[in-house]
């Protein structure tokens, strides 16, 4: 099973931008993930082919079952 926190950002353009984040800490402080899109914003290093980040849509978890099988 694998975790994700996907952030999602609009951008100057008008596009959606998403970070991705492999097992984040659980649970997940809803606050702290505001104040840290909003650091990051402020911050202006990420930037995407839709331009600059300039507010923050959303976050989710995303959990993956992965089963593999062996094929003989």
Do not use: C, H
């Amino acid at each position: 099973m694998a975790k994700t926190l996907e952030l999602q950002f609009g951008t100057e353009l008008g596009k959606t931008a998403r970070l991705s984040l492999d097992n984040p800490k659980e649970p997940i402080d809803e606050a702290a993930v505001k104040q840290a899109m909003e650091q990051i914003i402020a911050a202006a290093v990420f930037t995407s082919a839709g331009g600059r980040y300039v507010e923050a849509k959303g976050a989710r978890v995303i959990d993956r079952n992965i089963v593999e099988y062996e094929i003989v």
